[in-house]
Nanobody
Framework: QVQLVESGGGLVQAGGSLRLSCAAS????????MGWYRQAPEKQRELVAT???????NYADSVKGRFTISRDNAKNTVYLQMNSLKPEDTAVYYC?????????WGQGTQVTISS
């Protein structure tokens, strides 16, 4: 089992920044992928960004150039630095861990961008 604890969500004005964190604990495999997904009201959950334990990253086109994903393998923690935020970035952001025997999700953190 893997437990994920997210933090860093909140309410900011358009153009502002937020940094999300997700700490993983439990049965962590050294080779894994962690990432962020988001779900806006009445929309499907979508990928935001992922990063492998080796440091390879992948971003949704909608966030390229504005969001940066990073990780600290020693702390089993992944971060999402979000800059130039837009109202359409408003959503619940979920952390995901994939590795070993399966995939696990965090509880989600609300990000709200006011115009």
């Amino acid at each position: 089992q893997v437990q994920l604890v997210e933090s860093g969500g909140g309410l900011v004005q358009a153009g502002g920044s937020l940094r999300l964190s997700c700490a993983a604990s439990g049965s962590i495999f050294s080779r894994n992928t962690m990432g962020w997904y988001r779900q806006a009201p009445e929309k499907q959950r979508e990928l935001v960004a992922t990063i492998t334990s080796g440091g390879s990253t992948n971003y949704a086109d909608s966030v390229k150039g504005r969001f940066t994903i990073s990780r600290d393998n020693a702390k089993n923690t992944v971060y999402l630095q979000m800059n130039s935020l837009k109202p359409e970035d408003t959503a619940v952001y979920y952390c995901k861990y994939s590795g070993g025997y399966g995939a696990y999700w965090g509880q989600g953190t609300q990000v709200t961008i006011s115009s």
